[in-house]
């Protein structure tokens, strides 16, 4: 297993996965699950068209070899073999000749960034496009052009891969990153990248909850993954969808639609007590997957973590979030704040005190002496007392830590130390 | 029918309503309602004197035919015919000389405001009085005076009127303005105008709920309508006491008791999206029959909009409430605001997603293709999406208006849709 | 009986009971507790050495006759007999020559504040040790020296007195301060000589409640009086822990670990309606006995009042804390706040409004007549429509000053007249 522990590394695979031509199916996702598990191992799951999942059905699988559009002297003036972006996603295939006018209903360009090529797709009507700068466009003499799409669009499957850490407990919480978009770096190579080395770092560390790391096409994936999991999806405590890791924007969370689930507060209690510049978001239905965890009927605690968020940046759905787009120290940053979130999670308990009338005398079971340094020390005892006061079964470690003002690892010390002498319990 | 749909239509039936003195029972009230029901049908309530009614009892119904106080010349210094302001409310008949010195006894004057006559009432206590402008009293030379109240108090009746447009449930939206104020013009004649040419408005739009309007008596006339429908209260569901509507200053909404029920919302949320000064108070038990409707027994979601609150005016219960003081555009503002606030009630409902698991395919059932413009497609849709997310039971439509920040028509038509595709229900 | 009124008399009694040597046993407690038993009735608890109380037990008790460090020409350096805070509290018993720097391991001085003698305990570990200014220790001359302690740490009884004034229910106010602290003024003999000032002044009152004055050691004495009293604790309806009653600071009042027990909206209530500069604190569980009183299995309605708070200013828990450091003026402060805040505690009551649809008629009850000049008679007026308005159950009378605006007195009056018009009932 190739391991990610850096941003350099991780900027790598991104680079690595950026000329595949990924969409909600394919060939192109296959590949990209495949170099996924030369890092982690990966659970591959192939979904046949046609498949009834929630309110949807699985569509025709998608694959393309070539396209193009050339002029009359047979030179490529709109070329899939450059960037994928040239081709509208799913576009049925196409061979003809038309002139300049007829062609243009189908292309698409971004007039306010003229040397930016836009990415589009046709999921579910039956159509085709070319996706271009509008530079080039502009310098398109008039005449007759040859339009040229080698894809199929027939009976296949859907293709998702699944990742497990197992943890301590059955009780689960999910990573969900999307892996349906082309040549777009950030969102969600960046993503993908990040996920891989958190999966990493989670399974050095023998975690409490058990991780689950899916790696699906936007929307279509993740209503295929919760129908094929209806059943089991109560064991998912908690999650965060992964997508847009990379730009050099501050992070941005975005909150379950709960706002209060256990993974919202401790999201924003790492992000508000590392000095990371930070915004926290209300849920709204619209985004990534947290719009499919978090649909009233399932309602888990899922939020998102992006640093600049969905649309919210120029380069977003365009040619120019390419791999220069993204940064090996933003990805870093955000897997920083992954693994500090998950820390806390991990280790967010709720215990009861055993000795709840009156303090119970720390000093006879050497709970001072035990102390270092005078002012740890201090924070220490204050962090005994804190917790010995709120383990009434309604206050989590968490929620002693925001409310005595301590770090969360400081309160974890002090309630390590009182579950050792039996004063307090889970 | 009459119609009153403009603010000087509204001015004019002020104008015509002030000249007669009215009080808590009377042919003034039985004359006002005449006129109220020349524009709306009314359905005439007549109580019997020393009815019990909650805790209270109807009183004797006071008439007046005249009054004056005369100098030893035989020259009317005041004088009941050139303003029915100039006798205290309920005053009983009197007939005697006697000197100013006695007679100031029974005379109110404003020091701080010494041309205006102030406006006093003795309901529940047997005595009489005459009100004057202070510059008149100060210029009355000592002497006797001849003073004389035509007046009768005799068992009788109170009078309210009644007036229904039905809508498609039974459950109810009251619209409560009292009619026992002679002439003033604020309090309470352009609250009156208001609410007819609200119920003329409502008349013309097939309402959901039935709304009930009510001119009737403050205080008394409340108790004894909320005593005579004390079983069928339950179906009130919302309302408003409708009061000060006409003078030039902001809008108030003083909340329900409640604080937070419907009607609470639904004010507070078209005063914050109209661009309107505006003021929204908590309840107090002061003021008008809110009083009576959020007394703690009954608790209803009933709150009362005014432009300058109750009592918030020097000209508040005194000669200067004319129809001066209050303009045709301030009545049509106030109407236009009910007219707004009754549109977001009247439509405002909760709906239980019936796909609730995941988003539903929206393309499937032409729910994208139907859209038109490009940011108004962009907006429908979202609003689709949040009616989806939040229509679990427990968010309205206004809550969604609100959380969404998207406006209230939009998340309606979004609602309408889903209506029909049976992607919702009620 | 001695009466204690003035600031003055507080005074006295804290420079009286200063030079004894408390700690949490011995004779110096048992003396002060006679001291305070000359002005009110005091219960003298004499618990034995080695009772279980809660986790804990009753100590050895110590008691010290004299203690020094002489120089080789026997003169006294250190000496017992000028302060006892000389001594480390409960020092073993010791008679050795030793040099300076032996000596030194024994030695604590507080080098910030070089002419200060901290003061130091060692309750639960068996040592000894003396307690110096700096400038004094710096001036020792190199040498040996003798060192002597004549003290006795043998079994024995922890030593507390409690004081009851009587009300017309069961139900408990506590009010506890801490004995145990030897030669410190504002900590804690300011506390005991404004309990005992309380206590008179309650005693003249009749109160509502029963006030029960706790004073007692520091933690082992609340949690010895906790365990005694475990199957009545639950009469303790609210309660103060009283502490640095004296110094020049403004007050502070630290909320139970509940923060909207009834004592914690009546002390907040009390210090935002006077004009006194003061902070409300949450809770935490480090300070006074508090601590004990609001350990989880109690949880009891009991807050803190200081001035500055606990450890928050520099002369704290040094000599510097002596009876020049404690004022007249903020003794008396303390005490009327406390006498304010339990006016409040002690008539704060709910009501259940007995004709709660509509407003009752207050006119036929005379509840109108009754009342005085023009903005009183408002006032009281707009009190009693706040009361009837509130009175479900939920609304205590604080709650309704609060929520109206209006004095607590002026709502007590109102709520008082409606009582006797059996409008309202508790």
Redesign the interface.
Known sequence: MRELGTGEAMHELVERLYPLCRSITGDGVRRTLEIVAEHVPLEMHEVPTGTQV???TVPQEWNIRDAYVADASGKRVIDFQESNLHVVGYSVPVSETMSLDELRKHLHTLPENPSWVPYRTSY??STWGFCLAQDTLDALPDGDYDVHIDSTLEDGHLTYGEHVVPGQVTDEVIVSCHTCHPSLANDNLAGIAVAISLAQALAREKPYYTYRFLFMPG?IG??TW??RN?ENVGRVKHGIVLACAGDRGSLTYKQS?RGDAEIDKVMAHVLKTSTRPHEVKEF???GYDE??F?????NLGVGSLTRTPYAGYPEYHTSADNPDFVSPDSMADTLATCREAFAVLDRDRSYV?L???????L??RGLYSSLGGRSDAKEAQ?AM??V?????GDHSLLDIAER?GLPFATVVVAADALLDADLIKA
Request: net charge neutral; glycine share 8%.
């Open positions: 929630l309110d949807w579910y009507s929307t993740a209503i919760l129908a209806f639609r709204s239905p619209y719009r499919q978090c649909s009233p009927g399932f005190n000795s709840p009338y009156g303090e119970p005398q000093g006879k204050m007392l804190w010995l006061n709120l383990s009434d005595s």
